[in-house]
């Protein structure tokens, strides 16, 4: 194949890590799997960079008056600066990696001046949250690729995050996204809206992530890096029934808690991993023997690797709500549904879980992912050949 080159725009800073790098890097090797030459956009939206006035936020406030959301954030950020230097670490990690094993600058941001100096053969935008109007990506357009031709624009595994969306941008979205000459999306609820509410046909495929096998997956591993048998916690907010059940899992299994959390009780009570990088972080995964998690690819990995797992929903969600139905999508379409833990009392999501029918259906999403992203980059090229 001659030197085709592929630009893709996903959400901004993955050398932050965890979920934000997992799908970009399987995008990223896919793609340059099927023989061309990718490189991930480090485009980070100008909003994101603004300094906000007193009114701004005041403003946002009175949109959003969710006194609890802010409350969460606060903590979060004062959570960070606690552990500076481990969240530095880490990221150091990532870049390391990313620099060893990508295509992508992490010197600047790319502004929209400069990304039409950019010159690729075909562009993607995708996969994660990019489409979530409640978030700066998701009312920037560069995230639907209006800055190049049309005949150029693929969006794979383009996520809203949410059914409940934003209003304000419904009409600007349903426009940016009818342009896109070849549109896949990662759940099937932003499916059925983009059909029922926009008119607009789209093809359904799996995260990224999922384009990888489980073999690539346990290669790209690191180390094991917990010796005894643990439970992993991955949780975003301060979630108690997450904790309780985590609690009472571990006890009766005879399993250590290993957390990911930057809150800083989580470190007063279980054992945090210092500093981990992006192969250290799938290892955790790989190698627990229960995960707790309110996250997408910590999802993603515990079905990956056929770990035992629940699901628990964010409690302080600040102003973007129905974020669960990412998750809950994913499982439904494994028949997993009943790993999500809705209270205490749901006894059912306690039996072990019989894999066999996830992995099949995995292996059918796989096939179908590749199968679209092959086919559309061919189209893109070809028409460019014309």
């Not at 956009?41 to 007193?54: G, H, L, V």
């Not at 960070?80 to 390391?96: A, C, G, L, Q």
């Not at 770990?307 to 669960?324: P, T």
């Not at 796989?366 to 090229?381: D, H, M, N, T």
Request: glycine letters at 4%; hydrophobic letters at 35%; a negative charge.
């Amino acid at each position: 194949m001659e030197d085709y080159r592929v630009g893709i725009i996903t959400y901004p800073r993955i050398e932050e890590g965890k979920g934000r790098f997992l799908q970009a890097y399987a995008l990223y090797t896919a793609v340059k799997d099927l023989g061309y030459h990718p490189e991930v956009i480090n485009y980070y939206p100008e909003e994101w960079t603004a300094q906000r006035t007193i009114v701004d936020k005041i403003c946002q406030f009175i949109r959003n008056p969710n006194i609890w959301g802010y409350i969460k954030t606060i903590q979060h950020r004062a959570s960070e600066k606690r552990n500076k230097e481990s969240i530095e670490t880490s990221t150091n990690k990532y870049k390391e990696f990313i620099a060893h094993n990508m295509v992508y600058d992490f010197s600047h941001v790319i502004s929209k001046e400069e990304l039409l100096d950019k010159s690729f053969d075909a562009w993607i935008c995708g996969s994660d949250q990019i489409w979530n109007s409640y978030f700066s990506v998701g009312i920037d357009s560069v995230y639907y690729l209006q800055f190049v031709s049309k005949d150029s624009r693929i969006s794979y595994a383009a996520s809203m995050g949410t059914l409940d969306v934003n209003n304000d941008y419904l009409m600007q979205q349903k426009e940016w996204i009818s342009e896109i000459p070849h549109i896949s999306v990662r759940e099937k609820g932003t499916k059925e809206l983009l059909d029922n509410r926009f008119g607009i046909s789209a093809e359904y495929v799996c995260d990224p992530t999922f384009l990888m096998t489980r073999d690539w997956w346990e290669g790209f591993c690191n180390k094991r890096i917990i010796e005894e048998p643990y439970l992993l916690l991955f949780l975003f907010d301060t979630n108690p029934l997450a904790r309780k059940m985590a609690e009472q899992i571990a006890f009766d299994r005879k399993l250590k808690i290993i957390c990911i959390s930057d809150d800083y009780k989580d470190s007063q009570k279980y054992t945090i991993p210092y500093g981990i990088g992006p192969e250290e972080f799938v290892s955790l995964f790989k190698y627990a023997d229960f995960v707790c998690t309110q996250s997408f690819h910590g999802t993603v990995l515990s079905v990956i690797f056929n770990r035992q797992f629940l699901v628990f929903d964010r409690s302080g969600k600040g102003e973007v709500s129905g974020l669960l139905l990412r998750i809950q999508d994913l499982l439904y379409s494994l028949d997993l549904e009943k790993r999500i833990v809705n209270n205490i009392e749901n006894g059912e999501v306690m039996s072990e879980i019989d894999f066999s029918v996830p992995n099949m259906r995995i292996e059918e999403n796989r096939f179908k992912g590749l199968y679209y992203l092959e086919s559309a980059l061919k189209q893109v090229i070809n028409n460019k050949q014309i």
